[in-house]
């Protein structure tokens, strides 16, 4: 029995108490040292940015309150205090003589105007203007028939027309038309009043007297368009 007893006490790891104690400390040694090398074998954790979950706490020193400063008031721009203005002193000379007056130029002193020559007066036909129309008769109306001036005098080809319609149209041969004076120097109502005995000229000036321009008679310096005329054409030889 007792050999069984002891072979089970050893059996089962049961060792005096005085051996207990290093066995103790060799496991309590060896599962420190399991540890730290766990520690030292694990993997570098990256090192990654903050998340938003991250906080940081900074210290900043609060502001000293500073006592409210008054506000500069602007202070009133000086008032300048103007002196009245005196007034300037009349200084008076005695005995003085007194002051004489002039006017304009000094070296026109003396002048004297009735000594400078009249100027020699216009001719009375330029003072005046251009004379009068002549009045060279009667009218087929009864008034006066004034002489007429030319404001453009008719051309060969105006006048050859017509008056190859005359019985006779030879140099030193006429014909006379008295023609109303109308607006922008035409004629009208043109009858004829004379010609060369027996050349008809009177009717073939009368025919061609449209295209006459021809001014109006002038009375007292003034233009009078519907008083008559006296138109002449006077035939050359070549």
Not at 118 to 143: H, I
Not at 179 to 187: D, L
Request: hydrophobic fraction near 40%; glycine fraction near 8%.
């Amino acid at each position: 029995m007792n050999a069984s007893t002891t072979f089970l006490a050893q059996d089962a790891g049961l060792l005096p108490e005085r051996r207990r104690v290093p066995v103790l400390a060799l496991v309590i040694a060896l599962h420190v040292l399991a540890i730290l090398l766990l520690l030292l074998l694990r993997p570098a954790l990256p090192l990654g940015k903050k998340g938003p979950a991250a906080m940081v706490a900074v210290n900043i020193a609060a502001p000293t309150p500073q006592r409210a400063q008054p506000t500069p008031q602007p202070r009133p721009k000086p008032v300048s205090k103007r002196s009245a203005p005196q007034p300037e002193p009349i200084v008076t000379a005695p005995d003085a003589p007194p002051a004489k007056w002039s006017f304009g130029d000094p070296a026109l002193r003396g002048f004297d105007l009735k000594s400078v020559p009249s100027a020699e007066p216009a001719p009375a036909q330029l003072a005046a203007g251009p004379p009068d129309s002549a009045v060279v008769g009667l009218a087929p109306d009864g008034s006066k028939l004034y002489a007429a001036e030319w404001q453009r005098e008719p051309t060969d080809a105006e006048l050859g027309f017509y008056l190859r319609k005359a019985r006779y149209s030879g140099p030193g041969s006429y014909g006379i038309i008295a023609c109303r004076t109308a607006p922008r120097f035409k004629v009208e109502d043109c009858r004829p009043i004379g010609e060369t005995p027996g050349s008809g000229l009177g009717y073939a000036v009368t025919e061609a007297a449209w295209q006459f321009r021809v001014k109006p008679p002038r009375i007292n310096g003034e233009y009078q368009v519907g008083t008559w005329v006296s138109i002449r054409i006077d035939l050359r030889g070549d």
